[in-house]
């Protein structure tokens, strides 16, 4: 089953909003914020995604609520949150790299979602893909110094704003 903001999505239902995103782009919008915005570890896991664009979701906040492991830093997640935006690179992909990229998302516990529209530099919003926590609780735990270090390196190299940039590399430098 795959989850978005909550519900469950059956696989049937899955394809058929995949199918319906083709249909109006001819081709599946990926929004990356996670460590798989890194190119090395995005090629790993799906080789045909192609860079498009940077892009945000507006009103939308950068959260860290899930440890994989005690001790070892929270994993982000995004929610509706008005205020917020998170900044991310997009990338047309192929049915066979959407199903790589979920199926990488699902070893930290995140799920596809539909509900999310991206805007770009222009201002032109787009339908996407991505990837949440479906339990999105108020818990705020510190995130990972390490896979932030893979967010940073994928948002230098997709040249994400510096402001957001600036705002990721805080994180890695808390003490805590």
Do not use: C
Not at 11 to 24: I, P, T
Not at 148 to 162: D, S, Y
């Amino acid at each position: 089953m795959f989850t978005g903001h909550g519900t469950t999505m059956s696989r049937q239902n899955h394809e058929q909003r995949r199918k319906e995103l083709a249909a109006v782009s001819d081709t599946t919008l990926y929004f990356s914020y996670t460590a798989l915005m890194s190119p090395y570890r995005l090629r790993d896991v799906a080789p045909g995604a192609e860079f498009q664009f940077i892009a945000h979701l507006p009103e939308t906040r950068l959260i860290f609520p899930y440890e994989l492991e005690a001790g070892s830093g929270a994993l982000p997640s995004v929610r509706p949150e008005p205020g917020n935006t998170v900044w991310g690179a997009m990338f047309a992909v192929t049915d066979e790299d959407l199903d790589a990229i979920s199926s990488a998302e699902v070893l930290e516990l995140r799920t596809v979602t539909y509900d999310f529209k991206a805007v770009d530099r222009e201002g032109k919003r787009h339908s996407v893909v991505t990837h949440i926590h479906a339990d999105l609780t108020d818990r705020v735990a510190h995130p990972s110094k390490k896979y932030m270090g893979q967010i940073v390196l994928g948002a230098r190299h997709w040249k994400l704003p510096t402001g957001w940039i600036a705002g990721l590399e805080e994180h890695m430098d808390d003490p805590s």
